[in-house]
């Protein structure tokens, strides 16, 4: 029972780390812009705004 709980704790805690360490460089980058679609009766256009999260590379 308690080596269990011991195997438990540790693998948690390994997992842990890795997540955290995985997540330490993330960066975040928004957009924001206008969609033009041209379609048989004109243009139609859609507003977006983006969040987008980056675990590497250039912004």
């Known amino acids: 029972m308690k080596t269990s709980r011991k195997t438990v ?7 842990l ?17 206008v969609n033009v679609t041209w379609g048989p009766n004109g243009p139609k256009v859609k507003p977006h705004v983006d ?9």
């Open 9 to 15: 704790l540790i693998l948690s805690l390994i997992i």
């Open 17 to 33: 780390s890795i997540v955290l360490e995985s997540c330490s460089s993330a960066r975040w980058g928004t957009n924001a812009g």
């Open 51 to 59: 969040l987008n999260i980056y675990n590497g590379g250039r912004l």
